[in-house]
């Protein structure tokens, strides 16, 4: 991590606390134990460097190659990059699709206020939700 990296990141947990929460719950170790480390560390006084490197590392481990760089920047902008938007994107909130139960194949839907959730043709299951 570098030397900057630290306060930044500390920063970041401060502001997305619950959206990292959120993801670890939901990631593939189901354990927010990440950031409650970093939290102990800071209300210790102690050095978070350790437990912050740990969390991004955990972050980018559960699927999110940014780790903790992917969040902040204001609201309606992509994460990690701030006041930039994608094309047709307006909403200051994440986008949803719904992809492949097992994660075997490709197959996505997006959502639509009006249609059933999806199931997978092969096994009958609902497709899972998941934030892009």
């Known amino acids: 991590m570098a030397d900057e990296s630290g306060p930044e990141w500390l920063a970041v947990v ?4 619950e959206e990292i929460r959120a ?3 939901a990631g593939p170790g189901g354990d927010a134990g990440p950031v409650e480390r970093v939290l102990s560390a800071v209300r210790d ?5 350790a437990a912050l490197t740990t969390l991004h590392a955990v972050l980018q481990a559960g699927g999110d190659p940014l780790g903790l ?4 920047g204001p609201p309606g902008g992509l994460r990690g990059l701030p006041g930039l938007r ?3 994107i307006n909403a200051p909130h994440a986008e949803w699709v719904y992809l ?10 997006w959502p639509a206020a009006t249609a059933p959730q999806p199931r997978c043709a092969i096994s009958g299951i609902e497709l899972r939700l998941e934030r892009l």
């Not at 401060?14 to 606390?17: G, K, N, S, V, Y």
């Not at 006084?45 to 460097?49: H, R």
């Not at 760089?69 to 902040?72: A, E, K, L, P, R």
């Not at 492949?100 to 197959?107: D, E, L, Q, V, Y």
């Open 86 to 88: 994608a094309e047709g």
């Open 14 to 17: 401060c502001a997305d606390l």
């Open 45 to 49: 006084g102690s050095d978070p460097e």
């Open 100 to 109: 492949c139960p097992t994660g075997r194949c490709p197959r996505h839907a």
């Open 69 to 72: 760089d992917g969040y902040g």
């Open 23 to 25: 993801d670890l719950r």
